[in-house]
């Protein structure tokens, strides 16, 4: 069954770190474009960051500089370094598969809260 | 690179259709025929309902159809169902220069 599982959310504080994870099952990661996408409370879904199968890597203005994806083809798991956190980095955090025809596997998300 | 514009809200009663818009530019809905439609339940994750414009997904009814013309894309839904209550995005790819990949502000649709 092709799924994406994620982990890692949690409570951090303004300024800290944190890092999520995805698991994939059923595809290899690295055969496909691998996004992450968040969503704050109440809010519309906004893409945060993406890797390319050929390793190309973009992030939006909103966390250039501040987080860092990454993958394991070894583990076949994608992942988000998140470093000098916001308050407007409280989100749900999906990881996603795909691009040009769209996102077509979505994990059930994780949810990060940056509060103090 | 900012969000695509769709209106807040879009409503019918069983059995009719509603049609969302999708304003973009020229530098994602406008440049490539690249523009997806999610539908979202609350408290769950989207899930890809139309791809490259038009195309449908494997099990998606024929009932979501979208269509494009210059910068604005749109999702309609025909023969609305209680169950197509829910929020809808739209997204483009938008090149590689400044954000890859745009979601609209998102639409949510009751059924009277």
């Known amino acids: 069954e092709v799924q994406l599982v994620e982990s890692g959310g949690g409570l951090i504080q303004p300024g800290g770190s944190l890092r999520l994870s995805c698991a994939a099952s059923g595809f290899a990661v690295s055969d496909h474009y691998m996004s992450w996408v968040r969503q704050a409370p109440g809010k519309g879904l906004e893409w945060v960051s993406i890797?390319?199968?050929?390793?190309?890597?973009y992030y939006a203005d909103s966390v250039k500089g501040r987080f860092t994806i990454s993958r394991d083809k070894s583990r076949n798991i994608q992942s988000l370094q998140m470093n000098s956190l916001r308050a407007e980095d409280t989100a749900v955090y999906y990881c996603?598969?795909?691009?040009?025809?769209?996102?077509?596997?979505w994990g059930q998300g994780t949810t990060v809260t940056v509060s103090s | 690179q900012s969000a695509l514009t769709q209106p807040p809200s879009a409503s019918g009663s069983p059995g009719q259709s509603v049609t969302i818009s999708c304003t973009g530019a020229s530098s994602d809905v406008g440049g490539y025929n690249y523009v997806s439609w999610y539908q979202q339940y609350p408290g769950k994750a989207p899930k890809l309902i139309i791809y490259?414009?038009?195309k449908r997904p494997s099990g998606v009814p024929d009932r979501f159809s979208g269509s494009k013309s210059g910068n604005t894309a749109s999702l309609t839904v025909s023969g609305l169902q209680a169950a197509d209550e829910a929020d809808y995005y739209c997204?483009?790819?938008?090149?590689?220069?400044?954000?890859?990949?745009?979601f609209g502000t998102g639409t949510k649709v009751t059924v009277l």
């Open positions: 997204s483009s790819f938008a090149g590689v220069t400044k954000d890859v990949y745009v």
């Open positions: 996603s598969r795909g691009l040009y025809s769209g996102m077509d596997v």
């Open positions: 490259e414009v038009n």
């Open positions: 890797i390319y199968f050929s390793g190309n890597i």
